[in-house]
C-alpha cells in the first residue's frame, strides 16, 4: 500500500497519493494511445479540476461527465470539450442549461429515447456550436441503452430534431461481474454491439464516426478495431471492488480514507470514525464487507453507521490500538470523493496540498 497516512491528520480526511495517481492517469494514457483509441475519461470519479488537467495533459481528448451540473463545473475551470454520457431528461431548468453548456463548449450529450432526443433538439436549436449526439446501446449491463438492432429509431429522431448524430455509446458494467470472465465477456459485448448499432445508424445514412465504450474493468481488455474512444473513470484511483476483480494491484490504489480508532471494545471488534456519510454505503459482489483496509487485511468491515464503522478480526489478530490512523480503501471510490470538500494530497506521510472537489455534489 502505497500511502504512508501524515502524523496528526484530522479525520475522517480522503488522501491521495500524487505519484500512484500520476502512475495511473499515465498508463491508461500510454494504452490508449498505443493502441490507437482516443481517451476521454469519466470524470465523475474525482470530480476535480487539478486531476482532470492531469488527465487532459497526459493527452485525454476531454472529458466524460455524468451530469449537467458536472459538465458546468468542469466548464468553467476550463475544460472545453465534454460528453454528458448520460441520457439527459431535460426540464426547463435542465434545458437551458444544456443550451448554455453548448454555446461554451463542445458538447455531446447521450439520447436513448425518441423523446428525449425530441427535448434536446429543442433546447440547442441554434447554439452557437452544434450538439453532437451519441446514442446509449445496452451491451448487457441492462441500465440505460437501447438493443442495438432498435438503435435506429432513436438515430432518426435525433436527426429529425436537428441533432448532429456522431456516434454510439455504452457502459459496460456487467464487466463488474463476479465471474473470472467478465470483464473479458463485457469488452467483447461492448464491441459488438456497438458495432452493430454503428452499422445500424450507417444504413439510415447517418456519419457515425464515433464509437464510446469502455469502463475500468474492460480496461487492458480492448482490442484496436471497432471501439475507438474509450471512458474509464475509477482508474485513477482505484478502490477495493477494483482491487477484488483483478483490474488493478493494491499498488495502484491512489486514494485511501484516513479515519482513526475510536473504540476498541474487544479483542475481535474495533471501530472507526468513517461511516457511510465519507465512504458511502456501496458493495461489491467481490468484497466482503464495506471496504479494505490494507495495514489490516484480514479484518472486515461488518457493520456501518453514519459516523462509525465497525470493523472485526479474525480470532488471534491484533488490532490497531485506540487513537491509531487506520488507511481505509473504499470498496466504490466515487462515492466517497462525491461526498468530501477537498482530497488531501500526501507524499511520504506529509500533506503537500490540498485539492477542492470542483464539482462536489453536482448531481443534476
Ligand atoms: C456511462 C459511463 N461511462 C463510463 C464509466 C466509467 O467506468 P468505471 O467507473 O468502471 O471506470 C461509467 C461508470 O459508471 C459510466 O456510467
Given at each position: ?259 482513526t480508532v475510536i473504540s476498541t471494545p474487544a479483542a475481535d471488534r474495533f471501530v472507526l470514525d468513517v461511516g457511510t456519510k465519507v465512504l458511502g454505503a456501496d458493495t461489491s459482489p467481490s468484497v466482503t464487507g464495506y471496504g479494505y483496509l490494507p495495514e489490516f487485511p484480514q479484518a472486515t468491515i461488518t457493520g456501518m453507521w453514519e459516523h462509525h464503522a465497525v470493523v472485526r478480526l479474525p480470532e488471534g489478530v491484533r488490532g490497531p490500538s485506540l487513537g491509531m490512523l487506520v488507511a481505509v480503501v473504499p470498496n466504490h471510490v466515487c462515492t ?29
Amino acid at each position: 500500500m502505497a500511502i504512508p497516512l501524515p502524523d496528526g491528520l484530522t479525520t475522517p480526511a480522503l488522501v491521495v497519493d500524487p505519484d500512484v495517481l500520476d502512475r495511473n492517469i499515465s498508463r491508461m494514457a500510454e494504452a490508449s494511445r498505443s493502441q490507437g483509441f482516443t481517451l476521454r475519461p469519466h470524470a465523475k470519479t474525482h470530480k476535480c479540476a487539478q486531476i482532470a488537467d492531469r488527465q487532459l495533459r497526459a493527452g485525454a481528448r476531454g472529458l466524460s461527465v455524468a451530469t449537467i451540473s458536472e459538465a458546468e463545473a468542469f466548464a468553467r475551470a476550463g475544460v472545453d470539450d465534454l460528453f454528458i454520457a448520460y441520457p439527459v431528461w431535460l426540464d426547463a431548468d435542465k434545458a437551458r442549461r444544456t443550451r448554455r453548456l453548448a454555446d461554451e463548449v463542445a458538447l455531446r450529450v447521450g439520447v436513448e429515447s425518441v423523446e428525449g432526443a425530441q427535448r434536446l433538439g429543442d433546447a440547442v436549436r441554434g447554439s452557437a456550436r452544434p450538439v453532437e449526439a451519441l446514442i446509449e446501446v445496452d451491451s448487457g449491463t441492462h441500465r440505460t441503452g437501447v438493443p442495438p438492432h432498435a438503435v435506429g429509431g432513436v438515430g432518426k429522431a435525433a436527426a429529425d430534431a436537428g441533432l448532429d448524430v456522431v456516434g454510439v455509446f455504452t457502459f459496460p458494467g456487467h464487466g463488474y461481474g463476479h465471474h473470472p470472465q467478465a470483464r473479458e465477456r463485457a469488452a467483447r459485448d461492448e464491441e459488438r454491439t456497438l458495432s452493430e448499432a454503428a452499422q445500424v445508424l450507417r444504413d439510415l445514412g447517418l456519419d457515425i464516426r464515433v464509437i464510446s465504450g469502455g469502463s475500468t474493468p474492460t480496461a487492458g481488455r480492448w482490442r484496436p478495431g471497432t471501439v475507438d474512444e474509450l471512458r474509464p473513470g475509477v482508474y485513477v484511483f482505484n478502490d477495493a471492488a477494483q482491487l477484488a476483480i483483478g483490474s488493478c494491484t493494491s499498488e495502484d490504489l491512489a486514494l485511501v480514507a484516513a479515519a482513526t480508532v475510536i473504540s476498541t471494545p474487544a479483542a475481535d471488534r474495533f471501530v472507526l470514525d468513517v461511516g457511510t456519510k465519507v465512504l458511502g454505503a456501496d458493495t461489491s459482489p467481490s468484497v466482503t464487507g464495506y471496504g479494505y483496509l490494507p495495514e489490516f487485511p484480514q479484518a472486515t468491515i461488518t457493520g456501518m453507521w453514519e459516523h462509525h464503522a465497525v470493523v472485526r478480526l479474525p480470532e488471534g489478530v491484533r488490532g490497531p490500538s485506540l487513537g491509531m490512523l487506520v488507511a481505509v480503501v473504499p470498496n466504490h471510490v466515487c462515492t466517497p470523493v462525491n461526498l468530501a470538500d477537498e482530497l488531501l494530497v500526501a507524499r511520504n506521510g506529509e500533506v503537500v496540498d490540498r485539492w477542492e472537489v470542483t464539482a462536489r455534489g453536482a448531481n443534476t
